[in-house]
């Protein structure tokens, strides 16, 4: 079964720069319009960047001018870049993506990835 495979993720300082990576496990499937989410501990899941096939963008306000969303349809990748990292930003991110092949399109989540931004 198809999956989302996210990577990326680990510890970095405060003012740092991670890049996410979120492809499908099967190259047969084509990644459409996706979504990076984030959920800190006792918090709500939280839409960060979401990207159309066509590369149309939009951003949570806290992470604007920070993060950029971008994609290489080639590679079947999408990517999040994150610069000037905070503390706030530590959660665990998630790819949301539709996935079509053969006709059919479908919503899938990734497994999630840890950030933690820390001194």
């Known amino acids: 079964q198809v999956q989302l495979v996210e990577s990326g993720g680990g510890l970095v300082q405060p003012g740092g720069s991670l890049r996410l990576s979120c492809a499908a496990s099967e190259s047969s499937f084509t990644i459409n319009i996706v979504g990076w989410y984030r959920q800190a501990p006792g918090q709500q899941r939280e839409l960060v960047a979401r990207i159309t096939r066509g590369g149309a963008t939009t951003y949570a306000d806290s992470v604007k001018g920070r993060f950029t969303i971008s994609r290489d349809n080639a590679e079947n990748t999408v990517y999040l870049q994150m610069n000037s990292l905070k503390v706030e930003d530590t959660a665990t991110y998630y790819c949301?993506?539709?996935?079509?092949?053969?006709?059919?399109?479908?919503?899938?989540w990734g497994p999630g990835i840890k950030v933690t931004v820390s001194s």
């Open positions: 949301n993506a539709d996935l079509s092949a053969w006709g059919s399109l479908k919503n899938y």
